[in-house]
Every structure is written in structure tokens, then in C-alpha cells.
């Protein structure tokens, strides 16, 4: 099969190669799914399991691309709860083979069914960023109706998703990031937004919860406006930063396919939409991630047309 692997974490993007690699065999509750859209996480090839399996043995080649949508081709002994033939989306596991080829080997656990009637370009973007934004608001965030939410980088991938699960729960949802990113943070559901670069953080006042992705200055500033008993959660590693009389939370995102069939379902009903700003196809994806043009969005790689 056609496959994208990189050998040499130095290099990073820029040591990508497409080549002709194995189809994968399923392992016990396996199944095989036949790509049709993948896409990288932007850092994940800083990841150690992206090198390295659970016992820090070099796994390289490797194939990146966590987040996925295709359909089953067969099951590994023991498999159940899926069948050969159905449409599926979701993330595979960090120290194994991802999705950037033409085959990947899955755990059926972290899959969800594909509605048909949802794009695979859709259910690949949606996997990663609305995990990550639904577990930092929901099961570490613990977002109630009528809270105050500042969810930074509230533009980008994950910032969005964040934005538009924050408000449908009822939150009133203050977005930050750089002056450009203004009207795509509103026009995904930010009721203000915060320019970092020109405007003051702490006029925001006091807020229930912070959901951060930029780390730095940015989050330890942002401890300060969290009222007593609110929650900063950020995905951009541990922090020093502490509310006064509050907590503070970092964590990794999870497969979970619960969560993705109740977002699937929204976006079915148009209440929650992906936010994509390339799509590619697999014979083009080397020189896609290693494009200088900065594009607002997810990238994907439609492996299969």
C-alpha cells in the first residue's frame, strides 16, 4: 500500500516520504480500515510515541496521522461491535501506525460509526479537535449553563470546537487570539473576543472557566481571572499556573467513541460544523505539510477520492 512515514525526528516534516509499505494485519479486537481522509496533528512529531513503541524501542519507519475516517475491510480475532463494510471514524493509537496510507490497523474500541450521509473529510476533522475541546470542557472542565468561558485560540481548530460546544451548553463564551482570527472566532460562536496583540487580557473580569491552548504567559495570566472554584484547563503541557482558589488541569485527549457519535449527531443536525482549510490527496501530502502558506484550518488528506 501507499504509505507516509517519516524516520528521523529531526528532520520532522520536513524527513516525510510517501513510499510503497506493508498493509497492516489485524491484532486480536482489531479491525482494518481503508482510509478515505486522514490528517496530522501539528505537533506530533515532537510526540515520543510517534519514534518509539511502549518500551522506548525505535518503531521507525512510522506512519503519522492519529485521526481517521474510512471503512472496515476485516476484523481481528475476537472483534465485535463492528462489521466488514461500515463506515467508521476515529483516533488510533499513539504508538502504533496511524492513518496516513491506504490501510491502517485500529482498535475497534476507539472507533465510532460513520453516519452516511456525513463526508469522511468531516468525520477525519472533527475526531481530534472535538475530543480534545469536549473532554476540556465537559469532563475536566465540568461546564454548567450560565458560566462565563474564555477559551483561547478560539480561531483555530480546536479553539472553534471549543467555542461552538461551549455555547450550545449555555456558556457565555469570550474568544482570544490574534486580531485576523476576530470574525472566524465570532462567526463560530464567540459572543466577544479578545485580540491578544492589541487589547487587555484582564478586562475580560472573572471567568468560570479557561479552555487554553497556548500556553506561556497567556495561560499564567489567565489564572488570574478565574473566579473561586473555576478551572483553567489547558492541552499545552503542565503549568506552574494556578487560580487563586480554584484548579488547574492538563491533560491528553482520548479516543472515545461515545463522544464522537453524540458530535457526529450534531453535525448531522447542523448545530456543530468542522472547521477545514486544506484538503489534499496522499500523493500530494509530503509537499502539503511542508507548504510555507499558513491556511486557517485543518488540513486533510483525502487518501481515497
Known amino acids: 500500500m501507499k504509505a ?42 515532537s ?12 518503531r521507525t519507519p512510522s506512519i503519522p496521522g492519529h485521526e481517521l475516517a474510512g471503512v472496515v475491510t476485516a476484523l481481528g480475532y475476537g472483534t465485535t461491535g463492528l462489521s466488514v ?3 467508521v471514524f476515529g483516533l488510533t493509537d499513539w504508538y502504533r501506525n496511524g492513518a496516513l496510507a491506504e490501510y491502517v490497523a485500529v482498535e475497534a474500541r476507539n472507533l465510532a460509526p460513520l453516519s452516511a450521509d456525513v463526508d469522511f473529510s468531516v468525520g477525519a476533522a472533527l475526531v481530534m479537535p472535538g475530543l480534545t475541546a469536549w473532554q476540556g470542557l465537559f469532563d475536566h472542565g465540568r461546564l454548567r449553563a450560565g458560566q462565563r468561558v474564555l477559551v483561547h485560540g478560539a480561531a483555530g481548530v480546536v479553539g472553534s ?9 449555555g456558556a457565555y463564551v469570550i474568544g482570544t487570539g490574534r486580531a485576523g482570527g476576530r470574525q472566524t472566532a465570532l462567526d463560530f460562536g464567540a459572543h466577544e473576543f479578545v485580540d491578544l496583540e492589541n487589547d487587555t487580557l484582564e478586562d475580560v473580569g472573572p471567568v468560570d472557566l479557561v479552555f487554553d491552548v497556548l500556553g506561556g504567559d497567556i495561560v499564567t495570566r489567565s489564572a488570574g481571572l478565574i473566579r473561586s472554584g473555576g478551572i483553567l484547563v489547558t492541552i499545552a503541557g503542565p503549568t506552574e499556573a494556578r487560580p487563586a482558589n480554584g484548579s488547574t488541569i492538563d491533560f491528553v485527549v482520548e479516543a472515545n467513541p461515545g463522544q464522537l457519535t453524540e458530535m457526529i449527531q450534531r453535525v448531522r443536525e447542523g448545530r456543530l460544523r468542522t472547521h477545514i482549510g486544506n484538503i489534499s490527496n496522499l500523493n500530494d501530502a509530503v509537499a502539503t505539510f ?13 487518501v481515497r477520492p
Open 290 to 302: 511542508n507548504s510555507t502558506n499558513r491556511v486557517s484550518g485543518k488540513t486533510i488528506i483525502r
Open 85 to 87: 463494510g461500515q463506515r
Open 161 to 169: 470546537m471549543a467555542t461552538q460546544l461551549a455555547r450550545e451548553a
Open 47 to 58: 510526540w515520543g510515541a510517534t519514534w518509539t513503541d511502549r518500551t522506548e524501542r525505535d
Open 4 to 45: 507516509i512515514i517519516v524516520t528521523d525526528q529531526a528532520a520532522g516534516i520536513g524527513g516525510m516520504k510517501l513510499v510503497e509499505h506493508p498493509e497492516p494485519q489485524p491484532a486480536i479486537n482489531d479491525v482494518i480500515v481503508q482510509v478515505h481522509a486522514s490528517c496530522i496533528t501539528g505537533d506530533e512529531l
